[in-house]
């Protein structure tokens, strides 16, 4: 099963806030934030590591709750470059070998206007 | 380099064609992923290869068929598609998790987009 990601769609006026939630009905090992832009390939963001450790981007923040499952994405004082579609992603650790498992929430398209 | 490149971008295949994407990584990842996107959805797992050994086949069918030729390269055979196959395919690459590297970023490529006629 797959993440479940609220809200759908957003639209903000440039220098506007908005948190995109995550939310999942398996454990979450670590939690992916990646962006995606129309026509381009995902581009990772930020990763919350269990323990609070969280490792990525400069201006863009994130929660991470073991114990609800869930993560949220904070945008703050959005621009114009922050448009384009954003996916959670749960990280489950190898069961057998080395392999990991990334799955991918279902997407959340954020639009930014001036 | 870090880069994911992926060939071709675009391709065009009827159902009785045989075709192969590719994909290359030289960031030393031992982990390779083919993902699969229809328009407006995310990215859907296909494999995974960790050290060159197909490690996770999520149910795919087997007219996709994936190959490790070496620590660098992955490959897709695409034989007896269907018109439901054609989508934007996406290869990835990562550190696995094993060792100090726990974080399994993962690095896209920009997709080759395939439509199945």
């Known amino acids: 099963q797959q993440p479940v990601q609220s809200p759908q769609a957003v639209i903000l006026r440039e220098g506007e806030d908005a948190v995109i939630n995550c939310s999942s009905s398996k454990a979450l090992y670590s939690v992916h934030w990646y962006r995606q832009k129309h026509g381009e390939a995902p581009v990772f963001l930020m990763i919350l590591l269990k323990g609070g450790e969280q490792k990525g981007h400069e201006k863009i923040s994130a929660s991470f709750n073991e114990k609800k499952q869930q993560s949220s994405l904070y945008l703050t004082a959005s621009q114009l470059s922050y448009s384009g579609t954003y996916f959670c992603?749960?990280?489950?650790?190898?069961?057998?070998?080395?392999?990991?498992?990334?799955?991918f929430g279902t997407g959340t398209r954020l639009q930014v206007t001036l | 380099d870090t880069e994911v490149t992926q060939t071709p971008k675009h391709l065009v295949m009827g159902m009785t064609n045989k075709k192969s994407l590719k994909c290359e990584q030289h960031m030393g990842h031992r982990a390779m992923y083919w993902y699969k996107q229809k328009a407006k959805k995310p990215p859907e797992l296909m494999f995974v290869y960790s050290y060159e050994k197909l490690s996770i086949n999520e149910s795919v069918p087997s007219r996709f068929s994936p190959e490790c030729p070496n620590s660098s390269l992955l490959n897709l055979h695409l034989h007896a598609l269907q018109p439901e196959d054609s989508a934007l395919y996406l290869c990835a690459s990562s550190h696995p998790l094993r060792g100090p590297r726990l974080t399994g970023e993962l690095f896209f490529g920009e997709g080759s987009r395939l439509t199945v006629l």
């Open positions: 992603g749960n990280l489950e650790p190898p069961t057998t070998g080395t392999a990991s498992k990334l799955t």
